[in-house]
């Protein structure tokens, strides 16, 4: 699928695409976790949410992965704790896959790829809105979650697959009420934590990821439904859904601390 490759562009460099960024080492982008390296902190908290199943709005398909939104006009739906201060609002999450079961997730662990990586987006409202708290470091906290293939079906996750044939292409958006996304952790709250970017441009510098330890396991018939998305509009020639994830970034020197020895 052309624009997953063409998009395969990995986020480099300062914030405006200068090479200085680079020189210095700041790459940006889902990082490669050498669980080894990372530091336990035993200083961490542990993160909680809480989540306000009334606040799920709508489910879409926007051509690079399905998203679902949620209200973040109050703090509703929040994440609390971990390496974070304060709360900071849910407003949207969302997937990343690969076109077969060995790759698809961004963030890689000792040199693990996984199927799918679900990122679960919240905003510190100490900056009033999104947008502006993209330009801060203490503005955007993702939750990282891996998805692995295995034999069980994540009876959670049918709710979002089961939307999957109203939202096949890009544009499409329908109703996703009455749904609390904490259904979809893992039972380990165990994670790594550093302070990165979004793993596609803008790569803003803004992100503390809370990546958990512990994959979600989906059964092959899940994992095809997500599959089954398209990235074209409904007038245009199929192009499937794959393969929306980036190549992950050396860490450079920048520190990743583990909740857990
Ligand atoms: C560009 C961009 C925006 C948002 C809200 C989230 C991401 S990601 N994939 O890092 O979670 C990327
Ligand atoms: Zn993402």
Redesign the pocket.
């Known amino acids: 699928c052309q624009e997953a490759v063409q998009s395969a562009a990995v986020c480099r460099g300062a914030s405006d695409g200068s090479a200085a960024g680079a020189e210095l080492g700041f790459r940006k982008g889902a990082q490669r976790i050498r669980s080894e390296e990372a530091q336990h902190d035993p200083a961490l908290p542990p993160w909680f949410a809480s989540y306000d199943p009334g606040a799920a709005k709508s489910i879409l398909n926007n051509g690079r992965t399905c998203r679902v939104v949620f209200d973040d006009t109050f703090d509703r739906s929040v994440l609390r704790g971990g390496p974070i201060q304060g709360a900071y609002r849910l407003?949207?999450l969302?997937f990343?896959w690969g076109s077969s079961d060995d790759h698809g997730s961004?963030h890689v662990v000792d040199g693990v790829k996984y199927a799918a990586e679900l990122?679960m987006?919240h905003w510190n409202p100490k900056h009033g809105n999104f947008a502006p708290a993209l330009k801060q470091r203490d503005g955007?906290a993702?939750v990282g979650v891996f998805l692995k293939v295995g034999k069980t079906l994540k009876r959670e996750m049918k709710r979002i697959l089961e939307e999957m044939e109203s939202i096949k292409t890009k544009g499409k958006e329908t109703p996703f009420l009455h749904f609390d996304p904490s259904i979809l952790f893992p039972k380990s709250r165990d994670y790594w934590t550093y302070e990165g970017s979004?793993?596609?441009?803008?790569c803003e510098e803004c992100?503390t990821w809370i990546l958990l330890r512990e994959p979600i396991v989906v059964s092959p018939d899940q994992m095809a439904k997500l599959r089954s998305l398209s990235m074209n509009t409904e007038n245009e020639p199929f192009h499937p859904l794959v393969d929306n994830w980036r190549p992950q970034q050396p860490l450079k020197g920048r520190v990743v601390r583990a909740s857990f020895k």
């Not at 979004?198 to 803008?202: D, L």
């Open positions: 407003r949207q969302h990343h961004e990122h987006v955007v993702i979004f793993t596609t441009p803008p992100v």
